[in-house]
């Protein structure tokens, strides 16, 4: 069940979902496919749920838990992704062994949030905490990240946000930079605005492909409008990692914001997947995968110059760009290849619902 993240979402339906119908399982996918404009794929039972964004979250909470309320019986296990969900499941008797995915630092992303007043921050962070608290009491976990596991009080399994790894890539090319997933000012938007004005003169393309939230859409049109970049807007995963291919380099422009210093960025991970360097801003664990592999290059917070100066370094120097993408993708698939953890996690999920593979 989710009603903040899209039906699509990587982690939730193409690793997640993926993998336990791949096990022989039957999943039911509660989301809101509706609001967001898609069909439930065929190989998942779905239920449609309102969307919860911003201040509207009360009427998809309300609808989760009428959903969860009839199918309690009707399943083995249910598996939440969003922390307003806590408050779907809590209080119901008689129900199936329920397990919280933890994806996110909840408290520490209070502050990427521009629709929550600042003097409400300090008391909604309070009751994150405790809604955490009580989770962990009465449910099962699963966290995103080991960074996570500080804020609770015992050990959970760590199904980190790993991909997909192909058996073999194209060498990356010499002409397009890309940007996959989210797109927000916190996660560079305006950066990347910049980055493909000062690429223009050098016909080097930035091309962006994310769903983008309701402040940076504007920013987004206006620069496409002027033909500095291409945004294709929200793509389901399995298409817009194909989009990866072939590209000069992938970047990662977040910010320096509490919820990204502990957090692994997905897209590093999928860049060198495909076999493409990856261009990211100083986050710590950005910065330890990057230089373990020495698949890419570290560039300056909110420095555009310093990302088109690395991305025409790249295209200058075809043996190094290469290199960098070759060793990116063999870490990848020795080490980030999410069948590894697929498995560990159908087998936990089993265990608490009492199911036999």
């Given at each position: 069940?989710?009603?903040?993240?899209?039906?699509?979402?990587?982690?939730?339906?193409?690793?997640?979902?993926?993998?336990?119908?791949?096990?022989?399982?039957?999943?039911?996918?509660?989301?809101?496919?509706?609001?967001?404009?898609?069909?439930?794929?065929?190989?998942?039972?779905?239920?449609?749920?309102?969307?919860?964004?911003?201040?509207?979250?009360?009427?998809?909470?309300?609808?989760?838990?009428?959903?969860?309320?009839?199918m309690?019986?009707?399943?083995?296990?249910?598996?939440?992704?969003?922390?307003?969900?806590?408050?779907?499941?809590?209080?119901?008797?008689?129900?199936?062994?329920?397990?919280?995915?933890?994806?996110e630092?909840?408290?520490?992303?209070?502050?990427?949030?521009?629709?929550l007043?600042?003097?409400?921050?300090?008391?909604?962070?309070?009751?994150?905490?405790?809604?955490?608290?009580?989770?962990?009491?009465?449910?099962?976990?699963?966290?995103?990240?080991?960074?996570?596991?500080?804020?609770?009080?015992?050990?959970?399994?760590?199904?980190?946000?790993?991909?997909?790894?192909?058996?073999?890539?194209?060498?990356?090319?010499?002409?397009?930079?890309?940007?996959?997933?989210?797109?927000?000012?916190?996660?560079?938007?305006?950066?990347?605005?910049?980055?493909?004005?000062?690429?223009?003169?050098?016909?080097v393309?930035?091309?962006?492909?994310?769903?983008?939230?309701?402040q940076?859409?504007?920013?987004?049109?206006?620069?496409?409008?002027?033909?500095?970049?291409?945004?294709?807007?929200?793509?389901?995963?399995?298409?817009?990692?194909?989009?990866?291919?072939?590209?000069?380099a992938?970047?990662?422009l977040l910010?320096?914001?509490?919820?990204?210093?502990?957090?692994?960025?997905?897209?590093?991970?999928?860049?060198?997947?495909?076999?493409?360097?990856?261009?990211?801003?100083?986050?710590?664990?950005?910065?330890?995968?990057?230089e373990?592999?020495?698949?890419?290059?570290?560039?300056?917070?909110?420095?555009?110059?310093?990302?088109?100066?690395?991305?025409?370094?790249?295209?200058?120097?075809?043996?190094?760009?290469?290199?960098?993408?070759?060793?990116?993708?063999?870490?990848?698939?020795?080490?980030?290849?999410?069948?590894?953890?697929?498995?560990?996690?159908?087998?936990?999920?089993?265990?608490?619902?009492?199911?036999?593979?």
């Amino acid at each position: 069940m989710t009603v903040v993240h899209h039906p699509e979402d990587a982690r939730i339906l193409h690793r997640q979902i993926r993998a336990l119908v791949d096990a022989g399982h039957e999943v039911t996918y509660a989301a809101p496919f509706s609001a967001r404009g898609v069909m439930a794929r065929s190989w998942v039972n779905g239920v449609d749920l309102p969307r919860a964004a911003e201040r509207k979250r009360l009427t998809a909470v309300r609808a989760a838990r009428k959903v969860f309320k009839r199918m309690r019986k009707q399943v083995d296990l249910v598996v939440i992704h969003d922390p307003e969900l806590l408050l779907a499941v809590v209080g119901m008797r008689k129900r199936p062994p329920v397990v919280w995915d933890v994806h996110e630092d909840t408290p520490a992303t209070l502050s990427l949030k521009p629709w929550l007043p600042a003097f409400m921050r300090p008391p909604v962070r309070f009751l994150a905490r405790m809604l955490e608290g009580a989770a962990e009491r009465h449910l099962h976990l699963l966290l995103a990240e080991t960074a996570y596991a500080g804020r609770f009080r015992q050990a959970h399994l760590v199904v980190p946000n790993e991909t997909w790894v192909p058996d073999d890539v194209i060498a990356p090319g010499d002409d397009r930079v890309v940007y996959l997933g989210w797109l927000s000012e916190a996660r560079g938007v305006r950066e990347a605005v910049e980055v493909g004005r000062l690429l223009q003169p050098y016909r080097v393309a930035v091309e962006l492909i994310g769903y983008a939230d309701p402040q940076s859409r504007p920013i987004l049109n206006e620069a496409v409008a002027e033909g500095v970049l291409e945004w294709r807007d929200f793509m389901p995963n399995d298409e817009a990692l194909k989009r990866l291919d072939g590209a000069l380099a992938g970047l990662s422009l977040l910010r320096d914001e509490p919820n990204y210093r502990h957090s692994m960025p997905t897209k590093i991970v999928e860049y060198m997947a495909h076999g493409i360097p990856v261009i990211t801003t100083p986050s710590p664990r950005a910065v330890e995968l990057v230089e373990r592999y020495d698949s890419g290059m570290v560039v300056p917070w909110q420095d555009p110059k310093a990302v088109a100066q690395a991305v025409l370094w790249l295209r200058d120097d075809v043996r190094e760009r290469h290199a960098r993408g070759a060793r990116g993708y063999a870490a990848a698939r020795a080490n980030h290849h999410w069948p590894n953890s697929a498995r560990r996690f159908v087998a936990q999920l089993e265990a608490w619902a009492g199911v036999k593979s």
